[in-house]
């Protein structure tokens, strides 16, 4: 079965068009593709046969650009480094939330993050980055970006982002070398924003005739309440294995963007060898089915738990997007840029790390776990877990305390949850 995009576009029901939730149960397949299934199956193999020597000669020379795809053309299958149907039915669907024209699905979010890095950077080149990011992210770009040649300079997520991005670009005098802006916004833990359309101006204004791209890993708030693509971004960049995936069983990130862009991601992803597998594609497709289901549900549990956490006696401050009021500075970004707060929640705990591991450790339904976006609520403590490898000196200057916890919601009854919260409280 080889990709069968532009053959299958049904989008409209007569003049009527299809919402992505809809279109999340089929598009990009027909039953009668593979017997009748009415789900994808999962191909599981490493290689595919051609017709004809004639054909292999056709699909390596489209998959190494030596030769032009035709207008109704698309890659034949190959070899699944390069494709697979799984991955490529995933992919079409995937596109449909942020408007994109293309995606590529990759072996885990930082997979995905590398592979956006290495097929738009190069040796001398800056890369313009909000802080705080993921921990993993944060390695990436101070530890193994500068080893291949690569200046990176960070700029805070918040309202002194604006301020100190232009600055940064201006003080350095780095504008005709940057290559890249990157972005993680909501920022990981603290939830604090940068304004999309704001970084993609900067790139505009200091492209000097060169492409700047914009990257948005948009992991915190998902598909569905924020879409970077229509604010001005070039690429959207999430770790799957969140809430896209959603069922903490698997691991993948995914890649969104223009076709040309996509394009050359996908190029550096055959070469680099980034792509996910059909089992995992297959375990995506079956999740988006009911993404709009479950990142509903975490959202509104969210504020209940926020809510409680805001009037509790022992809880110093609360960062959740859904308390951001006029009086904050970031709400005009909030109410232009996010389109519901969604559900993570960080707060800091009178006290310290102790204070904080006494609340971890007295947990009883929410687990002590790293990641997010799954079914079960998780809590973890920043500063010495997904953020550990940020330098102690350097992480209060982007709000991670020794006080502050994340807490991932999931889909449990808020009452429960809250429950658990107000017990562990009470141990600290």
């Known amino acids: 079965m080889a990709r069968k995009k532009l053959e299958y576009t049904r989008r409209e029901i007569g003049k009527h068009r299809l919402r992505p939730e809809s279109l999340m149960m089929g598009y990009g397949y027909r039953p009668e593709w593979s017997e009748g299934s009415i789900k994808c199956p999962i191909f599981q193999t490493s290689t595919f046969a051609f017709k004809s020597a004639e054909e292999g000669k056709r699909f390596f020379a489209l998959a190494y650009g030596l030769e032009v795809k035709g207008p109704r053309e698309s890659l034949g299958l190959i070899y699944s480094r390069l494709n697979n149907p799984d991955l490529e039915i995933l992919e079409d669907r995937l596109t449909l939330w942020d408007g994109a024209e293309d995606a590529t699905v990759h072996a885990s979010g930082m997979a995905a993050i590398a592979t956006t890095f290495f097929s738009f950077l190069r040796p001398g080149d800056v890369l313009l980055h909000s802080e705080p990011v993921y921990g993993g992210t944060e390695f990436l770009i101070t530890h193994v970006l500068p080893e291949f040649g690569i200046e990176v300079i960070a700029f805070p997520a918040g309202p002194r982002g604006r301020d100190a991005a232009e600055r940064a670009l201006r003080d350095k005098g780095i504008a005709d070398r940057l290559g890249m802006i990157f972005l993680e916004t909501p920022a990981n833990p603290t939830n604090d924003l940068v304004d999309i359309a704001h970084c993609a101006e900067l790139a505009r204004k200091n492209s000097n005739g060169r492409k700047i791209i914009v990257a948005v890993d948009n992991t915190f708030l998902g598909p569905l309440f924020q879409h970077p693509l229509q604010h001005g971004a070039d690429l959207v960049i999430y770790s799957a294995t969140k809430f896209i995936g959603g069922h903490s069983d698997l691991i993948a990130g995914a890649v969104l963007g223009s076709e040309e862009l996509i ?55 609360v960062h959740y997007l859904g308390h951001i009021n006029e009086e904050n500075p970031q709400h005009e970004v909030y109410r232009r840029q996010c389109i519901a707060p969604g559900a993570m929640v960080a707060f800091e705990i009178r006290g310290g790390e102790a204070e904080a591991f006494r609340f971890l450790n007295s947990l009883q339904l929410i687990h002590l776990a790293v990641s997010l976006g799954g079914t079960e609520s998780l809590a973890e403590h920043p500063a010495t877990m997904t953020h550990a490898d940020v330098p102690v000196d350097d992480q209060p200057r982007m709000g991670i305390t020794p006080a502050l916890v994340r807490l991932s919601i999931g889909v449990e009854h808020p009452e429960d949850l809250i429950a658990d919260l107000s017990q562990a409280l009470e141990k600290v």
Do not use: C, I
């Open 263 to 317: 394009g050359k991601v996908r190029w550096t992803r055959t070469f680099l060898g980034t792509a996910s597998e059909p089992w995992t594609g297959w375990l995506l497709l079956r999740s988006l089915e009911t993404l709009k289901l479950r990142m509903t549900s975490q959202m509104k549990n969210a504020r209940y738990v926020a809510d409680f956490l805001a009037d509790h006696p022992k809880v110093d401050k």
